[in-house]
């Protein structure tokens, strides 16, 4: 899709959702917060479809046409014209009491790998952090869709949610772009009853809510049937790259548990060098040992010292890699190329048809480096509920106020930075 098919889908999805702003005045009442608050959206979306229609008699008198990130034929994209258009309620209830939202969620197309409900279940268990779901049903009580947020009560960022923490993915789970826009106003109240400072919505579907930052794209490629056939698709570039470390007779190697120790002896130093606080080793270990997650993981050694490591996730049709690492003393083996090379043949004997590389900031080192694979970019639209006026918040490295801090990180010891990082990032999703 291109840049100016996109914007006209937009602009027709735009207008889908003004009218249905537009029908909710016939049952609101003048000089009430909700008239106030849905004037506001129909004033902003007004203002929306006006820049974009500007934009796009712009462009087609320029004949401007650029290619943009979309969705991928590893998710399944919402159609925004599929609309419920009956009756339906919506509730708010601890996650772990939601009794059909496992079957749910493990048998919806719209669902993501990090709807899993296993997840909601590892990050309670490792950091104390429980997860809220808001639900949409229909007047028998059929659930229609939901989402998960998990609740941080930080004294060092304050009390906000998130769906989904420490993944890459999260957001609705719901096959109609009506009940979408709901349970995102459902979701404006909660955070108000909560008083939460934000929610944070990680999602891949455009147009659910205002301004959502678009600077990250997940790097998926589509797997080949074979080795044979993925060294013809790589083409010799990337083969050459990757065959240099051959000459250091590199080891690979696969499991669990029993190479948790060497692989977070790499991932505490890369951090470390990185300015990043880490995750505490019982996080990596709880998802190894739950029964609803295939995690594995595969650790590079030359001159049998680990060197590169990489935690990956099974789901079927799609191994994504949430963490990877490789110490900068290795760059001269070119072990991560290598590593690379690895993962995607661990992936395709595993039967997998696509391979997540995760997320990447448009055009920035880390994208083309997962673009020279033949990874494709598929958007990410993540969301940020905020009250009125209120700053959206930088809880990530971009932010200015922490580059000092990350500073003073590279410069610790990495055993210190086990003790006290475990405690920072439990509140950084």
Not at 62 to 69: C, I, K, L, W, Y
Not at 264 to 275: C, E, I, K, T
Request: aromatic share 10%; proline share 6%; net charge neutral.
């Amino acid at each position: 899709m291109n840049l100016l098919s996109a914007q006209h889908h937009e602009l027709r999805t735009l207008k889908v959702e003004k009218g249905i702003i537009s029908g909710k005045f016939k049952h609101l009442q003048k000089d009430t917060p909700e008239y106030a608050h849905q004037l506001a959206l129909m004033k902003d979306i007004s203002l929306r479809i006006k820049q974009l229609e500007s934009t796009i008699k712009e462009a087609e008198t320029t004949g401007a046409v650029t290619e943009t990130p979309t969705t991928t034929p590893a998710f399944t994209a919402l159609d925004q014209h599929r609309c419920w258009r009956n009756e339906f309620s919506l509730s708010v209830a601890r996650y772990a009491d939601v009794a059909d939202w496992p079957d749910f969620v493990m048998n919806n197309n719209y669902a993501l790998p990090s709807h899993h409900p296993a997840w909601s279940e590892v990050i309670e268990q490792s950091f104390g952090h429980q997860s809220l779901l808001v639900c949409a049903r229909d007047l028998q009580g059929k659930l229609l869709g939901g989402i998960p947020v998990t609740v941080f009560s930080s004294p060092l960022f304050g009390k906000f949610a998130v769906s989904m923490p420490y993944l890459n993915y999260g957001g609705i789970v719901c096959e109609y772009f009506d009940i979408c826009l709901a349970i995102i106003d459902k979701l404006r109240e909660l955070r108000a009853e909560l008083g939460l400072q934000h929610i944070e919505i990680r999602s891949i579907h455009p147009n659910l809510g205002e301004n959502p930052s678009t600077k990250k794209a997940s790097m998926i490629l589509e797997l080949p049937g074979s080795d044979e056939e993925l060294d013809k698709m790589l083409g010799s570039k990337v083969r050459a790259q990757y065959k240099k470390a051959d000459e250091f007779s590199p080891e690979c190697k696969v499991g669990k548990m029993e190479l948790l120790e060497d692989f977070y002896r790499v991932f505490a130093r890369n951090m470390r060098d990185l300015g990043t606080p880490i995750y505490g080793k019982e996080w990596f270990a709880n998802i190894l040992q739950h029964a609803g997650l295939d995690a594995s993981i595969l650790i590079i050694y030359v001159k049998q010292k680990p060197v590169s490591c990489a935690f990956l996730v099974n789901h079927g049709r799609l191994m994504e890699i949430p963490w990877a690492s490789t110490i900068k003393s290795a760059n001269k083996y070119n072990a991560n190329m290598w590593m690379y090379r690895q993962i995607l043949s661990f992936a395709i004997n595993q039967g997998c048809q696509y391979f997540d590389f995760g997320r990447s900031t448009l055009d920035a080192g880390t994208f083309k480096f997962k673009k020279q694979w033949g990874a494709e970019p598929c958007q990410n639209y993540w969301y940020c509920l905020l009250p009125e006026n209120a700053v959206k918040p930088e809880l990530n490295p971009d932010n200015p106020k922490l580059k000092l801090f990350i500073l003073l990180w590279k410069f610790m010891p990495v055993w210190l930075t086990k003790i006290i990082g475990p405690t920072i990032i439990k509140g950084i999703p």
